[in-house]
Nanobody, 126 residues
Framework: QGHLVESGGGPVQAGGPLRLPCAAS????????MAWFRQAPGKEREGVAA???????IYDDSLKGRFTISQDSDKNTAYLQMNSLKPEDTATYYC????????????????????WGQGTQVTVSS
């Protein structure tokens, strides 16, 4: 019913790229947006980027320019392309889906989403 599957995580050298797919083909709840969040040990979950079905995107200001969110043409897979990775990007990255009644800062809030993946670990070494 609320099945999201992330993949693509792993170890990477600082400065390198990584792309995280999130498959939502088995997600049957209503949704009009998907998003990526991340959580480092001892820290709160924070919004990375979000995308609406119509293609509108929103980013955490500190990550814009390095991270890009996209979706495939059937809207069943969302991607997070991460470039120029830094050790401080090390975290568990979570995919989320939901039915948002408005865009903007709401899209960066975890409580706006009711579907979550299990997370994929990204570890950036210097």
């Amino acid at each position: 019913q609320g099945h999201l599957v992330e993949s693509g995580g792993g170890p990477v050298q600082a400065g390198g790229p990584l792309r995280l797919p999130c498959a939502a083909s088995e997600y049957t709840l209503s949704r009009n947006a998907m998003a990526w969040f991340r959580q480092a040990p001892g820290k709160e979950r924070e919004g990375v980027a979000a995308i609406r079905l119509n293609g509108s995107t929103i980013y955490d200001d500190s990550l814009k320019g390095r991270f890009t969110i996209s979706q495939d043409s059937d809207k069943n897979t969302a991607y997070l392309q991460m470039n120029s990775l830094k050790p401080e990007d090390t975290a568990t990255y979570y995919c989320a889906a939901g039915l948002l009644w408005e865009w903007g800062s709401l899209a960066m809030r975890p409580d706006a989403y009711n579907g979550w993946g299990q997370g994929t670990q990204v570890t950036v070494s210097s």
